[in-house]
């Protein structure tokens, strides 16, 4: 977080600008978690600045993914055809109007489930920008506060709060990531 810090000038309308193309390349890549840049604009702007610059970042970010994978997409389709593993996510993939604006508003919510997956699978269907635009937009919001409020309270903890409360999740996603493996052995 202190690198991000140090990219963000001086100059306010600037570390917006940057705030929210770092966003927009965090989007593009996929899987890459935009926590990092909200703590950053939770300390550099303020709680309520920075979840705002938060929510434009992210909502700009998943517009010009969807764009671009949609492009992507198109262009590869024919030689992949490997099914999405996912049961909201493949039936993102044959949704259109309002069922498809409800899904991706509800995997936007969920946590668990990677923005650059939904992005991909809303791409992959019939669903225009515009009402993903919206869906994402309004989906995300929930998820951003409840992602600002983890991180405001996280900062406020002594420092050694901070690495005991890191470790434990590692630790976690470790013993999660090896039951995985052994489950489908």
Partial sequence: MDLLLELLPDNVIMAVIVSILL????AVAG????TFITATNIVFFGFQTGLVISIIGEAAGAIISFLLYRKGVKAIEKRVNKPINNLFLERLKSAEGMEAIFLVFI??????VPSGLVT??????K??????????TIGKIPALL?????VYYFLSWNFQYQIG?????LIILLIYMVWSK???E
């Fill in 23 to 26: 966003n927009i390349i965090i």
């Fill in 31 to 34: 899987l890459i978690p935009s």
């Fill in 107 to 112: 995997l936007r919510i969920l946590p668990f």
């Fill in 120 to 125: 991909l699978a809303a791409s992959i269907s």
């Fill in 127 to 136: 669903m225009n920008i515009f009402h993903f635009a919206m869906a994402s």
């Fill in 146 to 150: 409840l992602e600002a409020y983890s």
């Fill in 165 to 169: 409360a890191t470790v434990a999740a």
């Fill in 182 to 184: 052994r489950k489908k």
